[in-house]
């Protein structure tokens, strides 16, 4: 089994200027901003996510094959589009959403819809994220679309995350909330018990996922999640998803690695865009 750490690191949000550039290299992250203008009334974090998520759509170009990420903040993104294409300032897209509930939203604003079978190529895509560490890894599906968004976000040119600063992370897992892992419902005690003995020395507990009405959580695709929480951040994603990944009926981990290429990042005092 591979060794796994964790580790805990300082990380410092930096404001500064302009353009949006996307580019996907493996040299180290750089950093640009746009400052929000004094505002006579603060600016919720609603007002931030929406802020955040226009100046990502603002890398669409006609043409494209988006796609469409699933949560709140991904939810401000998909109605800018709506607007922007009922307006006739965008044209010639199509989307592939990454849940039941973005493809409601998208098809109830006239955004016109293709699946991965089809184009698999997409150019762009847009979305939020749960967690964002200081190398742009991911933690994400605390909104349960976990499998879908990473089957259309790994296919990406460019994938652009939108977040708010509560989301920054020294490492992936310190925020001591859920790290889903979607399982098949068959026997999912059996691998909810091999989960948390995977992470058991560094204190991972693991719990079913249930909904509102108290019954097990059931994903798009008819499975169950499983949520971790650990205690420290992880040293080494990479390896913890490997170590998932091996499981029978683990159907997908909320490890996104190395995938994003730029995260716009909303905060009280501005909106910060860090690019690979």
Same mark, same amino acid.
């Given at each position: ?33 746009? /400052?929000?203008?004094?505002?006579? !009334? &603060? *600016? ?6 929406? $802020? +955040?998520?226009?100046? @990502?759509? =603002?890398?669409?170009?006609?043409g494209m094959v988006l796609g469409l990420g699933t949560g709140s903040t991904a939810a401000f993104a998909v109605d800018q589009i709506g607007k ?23 098809? /109830?604003?006239?955004?016109?819809? !293709? &699946? *991965? ?6 150019? $762009? +895509?847009?979305?939020? @994220?749960? =967690? ?71 204190g991972c507990d693991a719990k079913l996922r249930v909904g509102g009405d108290g019954e097990a959580y059931v994903t798009d695709n008819s499975n ?53």
């Amino acid at each position: 089994m591979a060794s796994l750490s964790f580790v805990s690191s300082s990380h410092h949000l930096t404001l500064r200027t302009p353009p949006l550039t996307l580019r996907k290299t493996s040299s180290p992250r750089t950093s640009v901003s746009f /400052s929000v203008k004094a505002q006579s !009334v &603060a *600016l919720s974090q609603d007002d931030l996510k929406k $802020l +955040a998520a226009e100046k @990502a759509v =603002e890398a669409i170009k006609p043409g494209m094959v988006l796609g469409l990420g699933t949560g709140s903040t991904a939810a401000f993104a998909v109605d800018q589009i709506g607007k922007l294409l009922a307006s006739g300032q965008l044209h010639d897209i199509v989307g592939i959403p990454t849940s039941k509930r973005t493809e409601e939203q998208a098809r /109830s604003l006239g955004i016109p819809l !293709v &699946a *991965l079978d089809t184009h698999p190529r997409i150019d $762009l +895509a847009i979305d939020g @994220a749960d =967690e964002v560490d200081p190398n742009l890894d991911l933690v994400k599906g605390r909104g349960g679309a976990l499998l879908r968004e990473k089957m259309v976000e790994a296919v990406a040119e460019k994938f652009i995350v939108v977040a708010d600063d509560t989301k920054l992370v020294k490492g992936l897992g310190g925020s001591g909330l859920a790290m889903p892992v979607e399982v098949v419902q068959f026997c999912w005690k059996f691998n909810l018990i091999r989960l948390r003995d995977l992470f058991k020395e560094f204190g991972c507990d693991a719990k079913l996922r249930v909904g509102g009405d108290g019954e097990a959580y059931v994903t798009d695709n008819s499975n169950y999640i499983i949520d971790l929480y650990f205690k420290e951040p992880l040293k080494d994603g990479f390896a913890a998803g490997r170590e998932i990944g091996k499981l029978e009926g683990v159907v997908e981990h909320g490890l996104f690695l190395g995938m994003a290429t730029s995260v716009i990042i909303a905060g009280k005092n501005g909106v910060e865009v860090m690019s690979k």
